[in-house]
């Protein structure tokens, strides 16, 4: 057991060095090695199949799902995980890891499967993921919310870039895009009432 002990300790003090002298390239453009790219994917899968299988998937309406769920996604997750018919982007090109790409991957058919995707795509979207661009968007948004994205998700891999288009700019009533908007008219209402201000300084000079 001594010797065991001992031969961990070694190790441990041998990787340690090795690690401190640099030599491991961080950078994102450089690939992880193989050993350590399959331990960080068998990490991250057990990581979220341990948090999302205790989950319980809400009932939604369709046509919520779609509107909803599309809505969000097309304001949110384009940029990296793109939509039918869109180019790589700039960001998207640069991750490491790369993210998915949702409407290339092919849907699943078993219900079981299905079950067990909703739930990890929810609880990734809430909480993010570590050491990648994947943020938490539980911060900001609600669960009902969350859901409907993790649902339109599994689904795009049946949508036509005209369908997705429909779905996503079909009307600019929704609160989401009406948030930004209000948001960025209250940016410029600043500024301007910063440079009329200005000029009321300038006239009393």
């Known amino acids: ?25 961080m950078a994102a453009t450089e690939k992880h090695w193989p050993i ?16 999302a299988n205790e989950l319980e998937i809400p009932a939604m309406d369709d046509s919520e799902i779609m509107k909803t769920g599309a809505t969000h996604y097309d304001a949110m997750c384009t940029d990296c995980h793109l939509s039918p018919a869109q180019a790589p982007t700039e960001l998207s090109q640069g991750l490491y890891p790369q993210a998915p790409v949702f409407h290339l ?36 948004h609600d669960d009902h919310t969350i859901w409907a994205m ?33 948001e960025h008219k209250h940016e410029l209402d600043i500024d301007l009432e910063l440079e009329l201000e200005h000029d009321r300084h300038d006239e009393h000079d």
């Open 36 to 51: 350590t790219e399959k331990l960080i994917e068998w990490v991250r899968i057990n990581s979220i199949a341990a948090r």
């Open 105 to 140: 991957r092919p849907p699943l058919i078993s219900p079981e499967d299905l079950q067990e995707q909703s739930k990890a795509y929810f609880w990734v979207i809430k909480n993010g993921i570590k050491m990648t661009a994947m943020p938490a968007w539980g911060l900001t």
């Open 150 to 182: 993790a649902f339109f998700v599994q689904r795009m891999g049946n949508l036509s870039a005209d369908q997705y288009k429909a779905l996503t700019h079909g009307g600019d009533d929704h609160p989401h895009t009406n948030k930004h908007h209000h």
């Open 1 to 25: 057991m001594k010797t065991i002990v001992g031969l961990l300790l070694v190790a441990l003090i041998a990787t340690g060095y090795f690690m401190g002298t640099g030599v491991y390239n």
